[in-house]
């Protein structure tokens, strides 16, 4: 039983940055990863950028240099720093988690919070 909540989104200008937050209600420790994904409209839901083993970062390649995962595990606590957005980021932001088991995987997601770019 995992729960996750997303906040921070929000509608911002073109060339503009926002920072999501994830709060989980166990230590983050306990995930194999954890990290974000995002699904706009009529396209199918897509890899933003998630801690995996050991610490390494896997980013979608459409965010790498402009989004930064980072984490603060005394908070229980993924972020999301969104910098030089443009209107094709604009989707509802997801965050997840995994737990691997023998033979299946926990998969835990949040709720989604709406992020919109525009002029």
């Known amino acids: 039983q995992v729960q996750l909540v997303e906040s921070g989104g929000g509608l911002v200008q073109p060339g503009g940055s926002l920072r999501l937050s994830c709060a989980a209600s166990?230590?983050?420790?306990?995930?194999?990863?954890m990290g974000w994904y995002r699904q706009a409209p009529g396209k199918e839901r897509e890899l933003v950028a998630v801690?995996?083993?050991?610490?390494?970062?896997n980013y979608g390649d459409s965010v790498k240099g402009r989004f930064t995962i980072s984490r603060d595990n005394a908070k229980n606590t993924v972020y999301l720093q969104m910098n030089i957005l443009t209107p094709e980021d604009t989707a509802v932001y997801y965050c997840?988690?995994?737990?691997?088991?023998?033979?299946?995987?926990?998969?835990?997601w949040g709720q989604g919070t709406q992020v919109t770019v525009s002029s």
């Open positions: 801690f995996i083993s050991g610490g390494r970062t």
């Open positions: 997840n988690a995994k737990i691997m088991f023998p033979g299946r995987v926990g998969d835990y």
């Open positions: 166990r230590s983050i420790f306990s995930f194999n990863a």
